[in-house]
Each structure stands twice: as C-alpha cells, then as structure tokens.
C-alpha cells in the first residue's frame, strides 16, 4: 500500500471538519439563532424588509400588549407592529399610516402609503411641498402637461409646494412621503427633481466613516434635505451629535443600537424615528448586514 499523499490527508482531514461541522451545525450548538438566518438576501428585492410581516422577533409577535414603540418629550420610536393605517384623505384607493406629524412638535409629516390597483394620489395642501421615496412596488410621476416618470424601489421625486402632479399605481406600492410647509425665501425657488438613490454620489463626511448621498440639492431654495446613510456592520457615529435640527428616519436595512437622550434602543428595518431639536443622538450598526437609513433634515433657514 502507497503512502498517502500530503493532498490526500489534506483532504481527508478537511473532510472530516465539514462533517463535524456539518454535526455542530445540525444540532444546533453553533449555528446562530434562527433570526439571523436571514442574512443571506441576496434573492430579495431590496427593502423588502420594510415591508415584510414577519419584522418582530417571531417569539415576540404573539405577546399580548407588546411593542417596541416609544413616545416621549424629546423623541419617538414608531416600530411596525404599531403602525395603523387608514384611508388616506384626497387619495383613491390609497392606505396611509402618519408616524410623524406636528402633533408631536415636527415642522414636517412622514408617512407610508400604500397604494393598490387602480390608486391615486391626492395633493399636498397649498404651499406644501413633497418628497416621495419608492419602497417597494413602482409608482407612476405626471405633471400637469401629461409627461410621465415610473419610479421604481430606491427613487424618489421631489415636488416642489403648488406643483401640480399625480402618482398611480397599478399594482401594490409602498411610498415613504415627506411633506412641510414650504419656508420661501426672496428670490429662490425649487425645483422638481427625479432620482434614484444609486445614481447619486458619495460625499464627503469628515471624521465619519458612514456612506453618504443627498437626495437634494445642497443649496439655498431647499429648506430640507433627505440624506441616505450606509453603515458595515460595527460601523457608529463618531459625532455624538446635539443639534438644532429635526429629524425624521426610516431605517430601510440592517440592524443596530439607536441612542436618544438617555434611551438605548434596539432598532431594525422598518423602525420609525423622530428626533426632536437637541435631543442627543448616536448610532451603532450591528448584525451581518448593511444598516441604511433615510434621514430628513431641516437645513438652510435661520431657525429665528
Ligand atoms: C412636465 O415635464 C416635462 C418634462 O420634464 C417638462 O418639459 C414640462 O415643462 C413639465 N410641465 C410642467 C407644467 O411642469
């Protein structure tokens, strides 16, 4: 009989790993918890973890009177499982759930809609302007000349206040809106914009290692901005930030530790939040995957 070859052993012993492995794997001792399973998405369309049912840990979704959902002075947490939706007024068709609104003491709305066949939108009030962000599905965009945009998941449109428009959907679509009252300024206007978040460049974000685009423009007619903000896996903020802007964020991927005054929470895709002016704020990206958010943010207006 030969010798066996170093190959040989090589492979026999790397055999026996996987079987091992395979063994450890099967009872479960090593396999991490079965939440965790899902990061593999490369099949999945991308936010479909906003949408999906299946958001609470499965354990969890039963229990009586549970929820993540938080509402104080300085700050809010608006997580799936509390969502409620109903008809949303002027539009046909169309459910919306309100998780931001001045109730709570924002200048702006966020909401999701949810359009089906045959929907429609309504318009903003006069001198409202609207930021609309495609979750899932894919809308349709017409101005008052009949000239058209489909918008499909990851693009957005900005309508700038009295702009005339309409959105329909022919099947089911889940729309993140943005809307407030247009701050003018002399000799400025706005404009309409169409994007995509994938068309949109990187930009600079000194002493920050986070990713960063800007769905609008950086200058002056715009009196808010929705940034897009991508963090690996142990990726935080270095800034522990205190600002007179407000915030409105939608946590579109991953998952991580959101910190608000002095509150900790554990935060996913789906997850709402408000921040209020000057509430302190930090986040941690943690899991296997990409967390990505859509953050707006008031900016050039002197807050007098
Ligand atoms: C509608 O969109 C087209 C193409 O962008 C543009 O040329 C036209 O001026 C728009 N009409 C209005 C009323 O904004």
Not at 104 to 125: D, I, R
Not at 192 to 208: A, Q
């Amino acid at each position: 009989m030969e010798n066996p070859s170093l190959p040989g052993l090589l492979l026999s012993f790397f055999t026996l790993l996987s079987v091992f492995n395979q063994v450890l794997g099967d009872e479960g001792f090593c396999s991490a918890p079965s939440i965790l399973d899902q990061a593999d998405t490369s099949s999945k369309p991308l936010y479909w973890k906003v949408t999906s049912p299946t958001l609470s840990p499965s354990h969890l979704q039963d229990l009586p009177g549970f929820t993540r959902s938080v509402y104080k002075r300085d700050h809010a947490l608006i997580t799936p499982e509390s969502h409620v939706f109903s008809p949303l007024p002027d539009w046909e068709n169309t459910l919306g759930a309100y998780l931001i609104t001045p109730a709570m003491g924002s200048h702006f709305v966020m909401y999701l809609a949810k359009m089906q066949e045959n929907s429609k939108s309504g318009l903003p009030p006069a001198g409202v302007e609207r930021l609309i962000f495609v979750i899932q599905g894919a809308v349709t965009l017409t101005n008052s000349s009949g000239i058209s945009n489909k918008l499909m998941v990851d693009s957005y449109a900005y309508l700038p206040p009295n702009f005339e428009h309409s959105l329909k959907c022919d099947g089911s679509t889940t729309l993140a809106i943005f809307e407030r009252r247009y701050a003018c300024l002399d000799n400025h206007i706005t404009e309409r914009i169409v994007g995509s978040t994938d068309k949109l460049p990187l930009l600079e974000t000194p002493g920050e290692v986070f990713e960063l685009r800007k769905l609008l423009p950086a200058s002056m007619p715009y009196d808010f901005n929705i940034h897009i903000m991508d963090f690996q896996p142990g990726e935080f903020l270095n800034v522990k930030e205190v600002h007179y802007n407000q915030h409105g964020l939608l946590l579109l991927e991953g998952q991580g530790i959101y910190r608000l005054g002095d509150s900790w929470y554990s935060v996913q895709a789906g997850d709402v939040i408000w921040m209020a002016p000057f509430v302190p704020q930090w986040y941690a990206a943690l899991g296997k995957t990409r967390s990505r958010y859509l953050l707006y943010k008031d900016v050039n207006r002197n807050p007098l």
